[in-house]
């Protein structure tokens, strides 16, 4: 009963911006890690951007100096900000989130990953 829904995506001319948002929902205990993913036509799904519950952040060589991960805990969102797009950069993006599920029963639950719905990035040369 947990999902993940993003929004944001869309067509976008090289050199202008995107924010992706992703908010998780649902029965949660806790969210640990939450991150962005994507995947291009004939390529693997590879890390965007990663932040950890502490705030601590990673990025792909790719994303570093153009795209900024950040994230609202109290809106269990996190979101992906965009800049100075390159037409490399068009993909499918996916969130990722790391969430302890609420039991009904109240057991603890271990922790697992949850995806969002994929969101079509594309960006014109």
């Known amino acids: 009963q947990v999902q993940l829904v993003e929004s944001g995506g869309g067509l976008m001319q090289a050199g202008g911006s995107l924010r992706l948002s992703c908010a998780a929902s649902?029965?949660?205990?806790?969210?640990?890690?939450m991150g962005w993913y994507r995947q291009a036509p004939g390529k693997q799904r590879e890390l965007v951007a990663s932040i950890a519950n502490g705030g601590g952040t990673n990025y792909a060589d790719s994303a570093k100096d153009r795209f900024t991960i950040s994230r609202d805990s109290a809106k269990n969102t996190v979101y992906l900000q965009m800049n100075s797009l390159k037409p490399e950069d068009t993909a499918v993006y996916y969130c990722?989130?790391?969430?302890?599920?609420?039991?009904?029963?109240?057991?603890?639950?271990?922790?697992?990953?949850?995806w969002g719905q994929g969101n079509q990035v594309t960006v014109s040369s």
């Open positions: 990722k989130a790391e969430i302890s599920p609420r039991h009904p029963l109240l057991i603890p639950q271990p922790a697992r990953d949850y």
């Open positions: 649902g029965s949660i205990v806790s969210i640990y890690a």
